[in-house]
Each structure stands twice: as structure tokens, then as C-alpha cells.
């Protein structure tokens, strides 16, 4: 079984910066794609970004150039840098973990972003 455990959330002013890690755990082996995403209220649940095991990285339209995703393998850990946050970016952040042909979700963490 694999267990996915997020952290990091919380209440942000705009233009400020935030970094949300993941912690992957359990029978595995190295994860393929790590990827985080997320879901607004009343929205559906939409790709941030996301990253392969070589670490080759993908990002949704709206974050690109603001968020950063980077993966450690050895810990088998994603972490997510989120710069100029802007109320827009207000969700739950949901950490994704594909190992071999499953995927594996966190329970997300609460991502604030108000003045």
C-alpha cells in the first residue's frame, strides 16, 4: 500500500510565496510521474504541474513562470515552490503519485491566497 501525505498550505497575501512538499511512503520502489493538482471550489479538479522520475517537468497554463516542481527521488518526496501567488490560485492542492500502472492521491492541503 502507498500512503501520500501532503504539507505546507495556508493563508498567503497576494504576491507572496508558498512551498508545498509531498511525502510518498510505503511499497514502492521510485514512483514514475509526481504531480501536483488542484481544485477550487465549484471547479473541477485541474493539473498544476507535474514531473518524471528523469525529472522532465509539465505545467499548467496559468502557473507557468510563478510555480516550480522538483522531486527527490531518493526520498521519493515533490515539492512545489509557488511564487506570486495570486487569489486565483486559492484550492485544495492535491499531491499525485503514479507506481506502475496505479495512481495514489493525498487528502491536499489548503492553499489561501486573500488580502
Known amino acids: 500500500q502507498v500512503q501520500v501525505v501532503e504539507s505546507g498550505g495556508g493563508l498567503v497575501q497576494p504576491g507572496e510565496s508558498l512551498r508545498l512538499s509531498c511525502v510518498a511512503s510505503?511499497?514502492?520502489?521510485?514512483?514514475?510521474?509526481m504531480a501536483w493538482y488542484r481544485q477550487a471550489p465549484g471547479k473541477q479538479r485541474e493539473l498544476v504541474a507535474d514531473?518524471?522520475?528523469?525529472?522532465?517537468?509539465n505545467y499548467g497554463g496559468s502557473v507557468k513562470g510563478r510555480f516550480t516542481i522538483s522531486r527527490d527521488n531518493a526520498k521519493n518526496t515533490v515539492h512545489l515552490q509557488m511564487n506570486t501567488l495570486k487569489p486565483e490560485d486559492t484550492a485544495v492542492y492535491y499531491c499525485?503519485?503514479?507506481?506502475?500502472?496505479?495512481?495514489?492521491w493525498g487528502q491536499g492541503t489548503q492553499v489561501t491566497v486573500s488580502s
Open positions: 499525485n503519485v503514479k507506481v506502475g500502472a496505479y495512481y495514489y
Open positions: 510505503g511499497t514502492i520502489f521510485s514512483p514514475n510521474a
Open positions: 514531473i518524471t522520475s528523469g525529472g522532465r517537468t
